[in-house]
């Protein structure tokens, strides 16, 4: 079944703009309903989270009229992290979940992603189904079936409480100064409370939304905020989060941030000598450094690549039976401990390893020299479809030729924006510039 509304991560889109409207949303909402409702009686239940947009208010109501007219019962979270939801629609038997966030990007997108009631998100095939039902029409509920909604306060406190439990058992924070840099997002009160409350001095960033702020100029996405913080005022570590805390980086006490690149490398590396590595593989997608490849290759441990996209990451994962995946871009998961990518999770188990090790975060970030990568973004639009042109596929052809045993070529569009992304690896600096500039340079001229 072909998806129009779906895209990598749920439905994404500009606040107020189809298909980021309350009435895409309220028949989203009832479209989900009549999927997972089974029966159309009364008892079934929905957990919905949001981050800190102001446009998620308005999501979150349409949501909930098209979740109980069709019989659903809802149970509104709160600002609360991606992970949290995955994690609160297993721990509150929930048939679904829903999370209200454009992840990383800025306050004026929004998006909506579904999970199943076992905590994952949905596959291609599910979210198909939904779309199918929301255009040929919904079957509402009788007035006697038609679901409630309320509020539960408790829900960030029980996801800070499970957070907790994954840091190693008997160690602490104590006497650790830890820059977090909330991105103004989901996470701006769970993630100082987690590490507060496992011992560490806090010092805080971006835990001030207001609607329009998160992401701005701070998080995962501009990670230089925290560093400088970090720099400022001596923290022995810095974690910077994205919007709805499914990402993260780690900054050391120098400054220098670490991507998921390197943060998959630690881990990896440390529990295939703990023999908690399942077969010895690392599920990562095509965008990981080739130098990680190299680094994995060298230790005996295998890496599975996907499409970009932390759900193929964890579908990849599940198929295979493999407990450790993510992506450059900083989503981390840990299948022994999440859903999906958990930011606060990941940057516990880098203080896990600082605690355990006794060494400081610069020692511990850098496991393997980059090959030089070079990535570039073209937007189009006006319904056009650039990698179609045989101009540019006869450029990107001799580029290909061009790299053949020297790095190699990735060419994409977005799952979330209207972009064309152009991106090659090679330790032939000039050769790297001079391919991904031609292709850019003809993918430009077809928009």
Known sequence: MTKKLFGTDGVRGRANSHPMTAEMALRLGAAAGEHFRGDGLNGHRVVIGKDTRRSGYMLETALTAGLTSTGMNVLLLGPVPTPAVGYLTRSMRADMGIMISASHNPYYDNGIKFFGPDGFKLSDDAEAEIEAIAERGIALSEPEHIGSARRIDEARGRYVEYAKTTFPRGRSLSGLKVVIDAANGAAYRAAPDVLWELGAEVIEVGVKPN????????GSTHPEACAAKVVEVG?????SLDGDADRVMIVDETGKVADGDQLMALFASRWAEDGRLQENVLVATVMSNLGLEQYLGGRGIRLERTPVGDRYVVEAMRRGGWNLG?????HIVMADYATTGDGIIAGLQ???????????ASELVHSFERVPQLLQNVRYGGGKEPLLAPEVLAVIADSEKKLNGNGRLLIRKSGTEPLVRVMAESTDEGLLAEVVGAIVAEIQARV
């Open 211 to 218: 609607g329009f702020n998160i992401n701005a100029d701070c």
């Open 350 to 360: 880098f203080l896990g390893e600082m605690v355990r090790t006794g060494r400081k």
């Open 326 to 330: 993510g992506e450059q871009s900083g």
């Open 235 to 239: 923290a022995d570590l810095g974690i």
